[in-house]
C-alpha cells in the first residue's frame, strides 16, 4: 500500500495541501465545519449558488491566503452516516485528491463508534490499483492522508481499518492475477510468504500427496490440467486460544468448464474463481495482523479446470476424503468437487465454526445480484455470519437448505451426484456441500455476484472486490468474545 494513513493535530495546527471536510445533506457543517466558514466567508455562498447540498459528491475550492492549506474539499455525506457510508465518502475523498501530495481530514471526527477505521479502510481501499501488467502506471500524487486530531477510535481503531484493507489488496491482487501468472504452484509459494511473515504454520500437499491423502475431488478436477493442484493448509493459533474457525475456499485458477465447456463469453473472467481461496488467504492474514485471539484454519484446494485427453469427464464417479462417491454429471460443477475435499479435511478438526466460501452458481447471481452473497448453514452459524456482514459493511442474505430439494442429487450409480434439477440451483449445491462439511456448526457464502466488481464505486475499482475478508474477521472476532 503506497498511501500513509496516519493521525495528525488538529486542523489549526497542522498543514497540508488539501483540506477534506465533510458536510450533511441540507448544508449542516461536520467536524471542522466552523473552522473552515470563519476562514472562508464566501464558502456557504458559494456552495448553495453551486447546488452543492452535502447529499453526495465533492466540491473543491482554493484555500484561503491566511489557511495552511492549496485547497479545500467538501465532502457531501448526506444525511443519515453510517461506518459504510464513511467508508464511501472516504474512498470517494481519496481518490478525489489524488492530484494532491498529501490530504487532511476530519471525516474520523464524525460522531459514529470506529470512524477512524472506516475512514482508514476506505481511503485506502479506494486507492487500490492493480497495474502488474501495464507498461505504465497512471500516475497518482497522493502520499499521505491524515486524521486531523485525536478520535474515531483512535489508533487502534486505525491501524484496524489498515489490517482490513491489507487483507483485502491481497485477495484482490489474488485474483486480479492472469490464470498464467498464478498456478497453483504459484498460490502455493504466496501462501508460504504470508505464513513467513505472520508467525503461521503451512502444510502444501502436492500432487502425490493429493492422491495419497484421498482428495478426490480434487484429483478428479485437476485430471485435464498441465499445471499440478496443490491442497493448501494455514493455521494461525495464538498462545492460550480456545475457540477453533476453519475456512475453507473454492480455488479453481481458470474455470473453463471442462469438457462440458463454457461458451467464450463465459470464461473472460474465469481467473475470478478462485475469488473464495483468496478471500480466506487474506482473512486468516488479517486475523494474525489484529492478533484476535482464536485459532483459526485456512484449507485451500488449487487447481485449474480445463480440457486435455485426461480430463474428468460427465459420468465419472470419485471418492471424496470422507468416503462419499460423487457421479459427475457436469464438469462445469467442479468447485462443489473440491469444496468437498475441503471440507472433509476441515470436519476432522474440533471447530467451533466452519465456513466455505465460493463463486460457486449463477443461481446465486440471478437470484440476488451483484451486490450480495447468499449465505447457508446451520441456523446458529447462518445468522452469525450474516449479523458479521452487516457489521463489516458486506451483504449476505440468509437462504433455506430446503430439504426437498436434497433428492435431485441422489444418484443411481454413487452416493450423490454434483448437480440437481433446473431449479433452485445454489440451494442444491449448498445441500451438496452439506454432505462433507460434518455435524457441527457451519456456513457457506456463495460470492459468485459481489467477488467481481463490473465497474468502479466508491472504494472498489473495477474488477477483483476483495469481498469477504472483512466478514469472516468480525466473525473471528466474535468467536473470540464468546
Known amino acids: 500500500m503506497d498511501l500513509e494513513i496516519r493521525f495528525g493535530e488538529a486542523i489549526a495546527d497542522t498543514s497540508g495541501d488539501v483540506l477534506v471536510v465533510p458536510m450533511f445533506e441540507g448544508g449542516a457543517w461536520g467536524p471542522g465545519g466552523d473552522w473552515i466558514t470563519e476562514r472562508l466567508p464566501s464558502l456557504e455562498g458559494f456552495l448553495e449558488t453551486s447546488g452543492f447540498t452535502g447529499a453526495s459528491g465533492t466540491k473543491t475550492v482554493p484555500a484561503g491566503d491566511d489557511m495552511p492549506f492549496t485547497a479545500v474539499m467538501v465532502l457531501g455525506l448526506g444525511e443519515e452516516v453510517s461506518s459504510e457510508s464513511l467508508r464511501k465518502a472516504a474512498g470517494r475523498a481519496a481518490r478525489a485528491s489524488k492530484e494532491f501530495e498529501s490530504a487532511v481530514t476530519t471525516l474520523h471526527?464524525?460522531?459514529i463508534d470506529g470512524a477512524a477505521e472506516a475512514v482508514a479502510f476506505g481511503a485506502l481501499a479506494g486507492m487500490y490499483k492493480?497495474?502488474?501488467?501495464?507498461?505504465?502506471?497512471?500516475?497518482?500524487?497522493?502520499?499521505?492522508?491524515?486524521?486531523?486530531g485525536d478520535g474515531g477510535g483512535g489508533q487502534a481503531a486505525l491501524d484496524r481499518g489498515v489490517a482490513l484493507a491489507r487483507g483485502v489488496f491481497l485477495a484482490r491482487d489474488l485474483v486480479n492475477y492472469p490464470a498464467h501468472a498464478k498456478p497453483p504452484e504459484m498460490l502455493a509459494a504466496r501462501a508460504g510468504e504470508v505464513a513467513a511473515e505472520h508467525g503461521l504454520d503451512i502444510k502444501i500437499y502436492d500432487e502425490q500427496e493429493i492422491v495419497a491423502e484421498r482428495f478426490g475431488g480434487l484429483v478428479a478436477v485437476s485430471s485435464g490440467a498441465a499445471n499440478p493442484p496443490r491442497m493448501v493448509v494455514l493455521d494461525y493459533t495464538p498462545e492460550g486460544a480456545t475457540k477453533?474457525?476453519?475456512?475453507?475456499?473454492?480455488?479453481?485458477?481458470?474455470?473453463?468448464?471442462?469438457?462440458?465447456i463454457k461458451p467464450a463469453s463465459g470464461m473472460e473472467d474465469m481467473k475470478t474463481d478462485?475469488?473464495?481461496?483468496?478471500?480466506?488467504?487474506?482473512?486468516?492474514?488479517?486475523?494474525?495482523?489484529?492478533?484476535?485471539?482464536?485459532?483459526?484454519r485456512a484449507i485451500m484446494p488449487f487447481t485449474e479446470n480445463v480440457i486435455s485427453g485426461n480430463a474428468m469427464r460427465p459420468g465419472d464417479v470419485f471418492t471424496a476424503r470422507n468416503g462419499k462417491t460423487v457421479e459427475v454429471l457436469n464438469t462445469d460443477a467442479e468447485g462443489r468437487l473440491i469444496l468437498a475435499d475441503g471440507l472433509s479435511l476441515a470436519a476432522e478438526s474440533d471447530n467451533d465454526l466452519v465456513i466455505d466460501v465460493a463463486t460457486l452458481t449463477g443461481a446465486a447471481k440471478v437470484a440476488l445480484g451483484l451486490d450480495m452473497a447468499a449465505v447457508f448453514g446451520t441456523d446458529d452459524a447462518r445468522e452469525m455470519v450474516r449479523d458479521a456482514g452487516e457489521a463489516a459493511g458486506e451483504m449476505l442474505w440468509p437462504m433455506p437448505l430446503h430439504d426437498a430439494y436434497r433428492s435431485a442429487l441422489d444418484s443411481n450409480v454413487a452416493d450423490l451426484k454434483n448437480i440437481?434439477?433446473?431449479?433452485?440451483?445454489?440451494?442444491?449445491?449448498?445441500?451438496?456441500?452439506?454432505?462433507?462439511?460434518?455435524?457441527?456448526?457451519?456456513?457457506?457464502?456463495?460470492?459468485?455476484?459481489?467477488?467481481?466488481a463490473?465497474?468502479?464505486?466508491?472504494?472498489?475499482?473495477?474488477?477483483?472486490?476483495g469481498f469477504g475478508v472483512r466478514t469472516l474477521v468480525v466473525v473471528a472476532e466474535s468467536l473470540a468474545a464468546s
Not at 274 to 296: F, H, P
Open 109 to 111: 471526527l464524525v460522531d
Open 130 to 148: 492493480f497495474e502488474a501488467f501495464k507498461s505504465e502506471s497512471k500516475p497518482t500524487n497522493l502520499e499521505s492522508f491524515v486524521l486531523a
Open 244 to 260: 477453533q474457525l476453519t475456512l475453507v475456499g473454492k480455488g479453481i485458477v481458470f474455470d473453463s468448464g471442462g469438457l462440458s
Open 274 to 296: 478462485m475469488a473464495g481461496a483468496a478471500t480466506v488467504m487474506g482473512a486468516i492474514q488479517a486475523i494474525a495482523d489484529l492478533g484476535i485471539d482464536v485459532r483459526v
Open 420 to 452: 440437481g434439477d433446473r431449479w433452485g440451483g445454489a440451494i442444491t449445491a449448498a445441500l451438496f456441500l452439506r454432505e462433507f462439511a460434518g455435524d457441527g456448526e457451519w456456513a457457506h457464502l456463495d460470492i459468485a455476484g459481489p467477488a467481481r
Open 454 to 465: 463490473p465497474k468502479s464505486t466508491a472504494y472498489t475499482p473495477k474488477g477483483a472486490s
